[in-house]
C-alpha cells in the first residue's frame, strides 16, 4: 500500500481525533477513556511535557481500537484505529517525530470534530453496530477516508454506534 502524501496522513489523524473524541465518556461514550480532558492534560504534561498532545492522540487510538477490536475482532479486517501496519508506522513517526497533531489542527474541542467530520464526510446512511465498508484494497485511495467520516458523522448524529470496517479478502 503507497502512501506518499502527508495530506491524507493529516487527515487521518484528523478523523481519528474528531471521532475518538466525539466518542470519549463526556461525549458519545462510546470508550471509557477522557484523553481529551483538561485532566488528561495535567496528568499527561509533567511526564511527557512538549508530546503531551501525541501521547493523548496515542492514548486515544488505542482505546478506541480495543473497542473497534471488541465489535469488529481482529485478524481479516481494517478500521479507522487498526490500518494496515505500514500506514500505523507512518502515521506514528509523523505524530511522534513530526507534531503532527499540532500540524492537523491540533487536539479538537466537540464543535471542531463535528464540523470536521461534516466538512469531509461523504453522506451515508446511518447503520449501528460493525458495518463492512469495503476491502482493504481501497485503503490504497483516499476516498475511503471521507466514506468512514460518513459513517461516524451519521452515527453520532442518530445516538448510535457504528463501527465501518474493510476486509482484507474482497
Known amino acids: 500500500m503507497v502512501h506518499d502524501d502527508r495530506d491524507e496522513l493529516d487527515d487521518i489523524i484528523r478523523l481519528r481525533m474528531a471521532v475518538g473524541l466525539l466518542g470519549e465518556k463526556d461525549h458519545g461514550n462510546w470508550w471509557p477513556s ?5 485532566n488528561a492534560v495535567a496528568f499527561l504534561t509533567p511526564v ?8 493523548r492522540y496515542h ?4 482505546t478506541a481500537r480495543l473497542v473497534h ?3 469488529i475482532g481482529v485478524g481479516q479486517a481494517f478500521h479507522l484505529f487498526r490500518l494496515p501496519e505500514t500506514l500505523e508506522r507512518r502515521l506514528h513517526d509523523v505524530v511522534v517525530n513530526d507534531d503532527a497533531t499540532s500540524k492537523a489542527g491540533g487536539i479538537p474541542q466537540k464543535g ?3 464540523a470536521l467530520l461534516s466538512e469531509i464526510a461523504e453522506t451515508v446512511d446511518a447503520s449501528a453496530g460493525p ?3 469495503g476491502s482493504a484494497a481501497e485503503l490504497d485511495t483516499s476516498s475511503w477516508i471521507k466514506v468512514l467520516a460518513g459513517h461516524y458523522l451519521s452515527a453520532f448524529r442518530s445516538s448510535q454506534q457504528t463501527f465501518p470496517y474493510f476486509t482484507v479478502s474482497a
Open 59 to 62: 492514548g486515544l487510538v488505542e
Open 48 to 55: 511527557y511535557e512538549t508530546r503531551t498532545d501525541a501521547a
Open 112 to 114: 471542531d470534530a463535528e
Open 131 to 133: 458495518i463492512r465498508v
Open 34 to 38: 477522557l484523553w481529551f480532558t483538561s
Open 69 to 71: 477490536d471488541s465489535r
